[in-house]
């Protein structure tokens, strides 16, 4: 009877466990988007600043604002604050002690997304400039697993994005800015996209599309060839805010927020992904803020653009909601975390930094 017991306890254990499996992952950034925006929503003295608010304070105030913090936020990005709060976590608030930074010296684009994607500082990495990444990511080191092999695709309004992901030698599908989308053999709605984007307006010159079309670029790739892992980097929060035009930023913010609900609406819909996917949504580096006037920027020279923020849902990941512990993480964390979440150890030729473990069941 207790050799029974035993038996039905461990299937009733297995099951639970496999049905808590991720089998999917989803990563998404967001260029540059504060921390400070995430968890209290519009900065008053900015929007109120002429230098900043494209003259129309009034708009921002009456889309986005609340007297009330929880609902500030909510406002602005109202996914974040309903579905994941709810069903994830949330990682980053400073004024709760809740800190998470990159480990990067120089605080900027491409040695932050080496460092999301390879859990690994490379110092020599010091210019968006930089050549093809000479360290492994996450992302190859999936498709060398013989599950995952040819079902990983990543997305990017950035054109260094081949040269972070390194596709010449990871042999990832990547499309970026200006890239069509579908191979050679596209379908009709790749063609759209791809003349839509072929003819657009174009105000971050060659190197950077609008978010628009890598949205649907990745959403189109996401419905049809059913990726088990996929990378998805929207540009437009960092763009807007270099150009000092904080409405757009915002707007480009709570529109990053909807797109995110459409990715897991759909996933929710589908058999393959469903209560099956994780996401994982983060930054590569933050902005000034003691200094006002220092929200447009970043780099080494600017106190606080090495503060972000992450936040994670998925079948295996402890519904937490916003994390109020007092404790320091790094963004150099996040890639074994993906892949401890997958059910792997990323392991490279280069070191790579522990995973946060109260993200995982």
């Not at 990563?27 to 002429?50: H, L």
């Not at 602005?76 to 002690?97: C, D, H």
């Not at 460092?115 to 990444?133: C, F, L, P, R, W």
């Not at 437009?236 to 480009?252: G, L």
Request: charged share 25%; with cysteine.
């Amino acid at each position: 009877m207790k050799r029974i017991f035993f038996l039905l306890l461990v299937f009733i254990t297995g099951t639970i466990q496999a049905q808590d499996q991720t089998e999917n992952v989803i990563i998404i950034t967001t260029d540059g988007f504060r921390w400070q925006e995430v968890f209290t929503g519009i900065d008053p003295a900015i929007a109120n600043d002429k230098r900043f608010n494209q003259n129309d304070s009034d708009y921002l105030f009456k889309k986005y604002w609340s007297d009330d913090l929880k609902e500030r936020r909510k406002k602005l990005l109202p996914f974040f604050w309903n579905t994941i709060a709810s069903n994830g976590q949330i990682y980053g608030n400073r004024g709760l002690g809740n800190k998470v930074d990159v480990s990067n010296p120089y605080w900027f684009s491409y040695p932050g997304y080496s460092e999301i994607m390879s859990g690994y500082v490379d110092t020599a990495i010091n210019t968006n400039q930089y050549k093809h990444n000479p360290n492994t990511t996450v992302l190859e080191f999936f498709n060398r697993q013989e599950r995952l092999k040819n079902k990983v695709a990543a997305f990017g309004a950035w054109d260094a994005f081949h040269k972070i992901l390194n596709d010449t030698r990871s042999k990832i599908p990547v499309v970026t800015a200006y890239d069509a989308s579908g191979g050679n053999d596209p379908n009709v709605h790749e063609k759209l996209i791809n003349a839509m984007l072929r003819d657009s307006y174009r105000p971050f010159n060659e190197e950077e599309c609008l978010d628009v079309f890598t949205h649907y670029a990745a959403m189109e790739y996401l419905k049809n060839k059913k990726p088990k892992v996929l990378y998805i980097s929207y540009g437009e929060t960092d763009e807007w805010a270099h150009h000092r035009e904080y409405k757009s930023y915002v707007d480009a913010a709570h529109q990053f927020d909807a797109w995110i609900k459409e990715i897991w609406e759909f996933v929710q819909s589908d058999p393959q992904y469903k209560n099956k996917t994780t996401l994982l949504i983060t930054t590569d580096h933050g902005r000034g803020d003691s200094i006002k006037e220092k929200w447009t920027s970043h780099g080494k020279d600017v106190e606080g653009s090495s503060q972000i923020w992450f936040t994670v849902m998925g079948p295996n990941v402890v519904p937490s909601g916003e994390m109020t512990d007092n404790v320091q993480l790094y963004q150099k964390q996040f890639a074994q975390t993906i892949a401890k979440v997958m059910g792997y150890t990323f392991t490279a030729e280069h070191p790579v930094a522990e995973q946060i473990k109260s993200v995982i069941k």
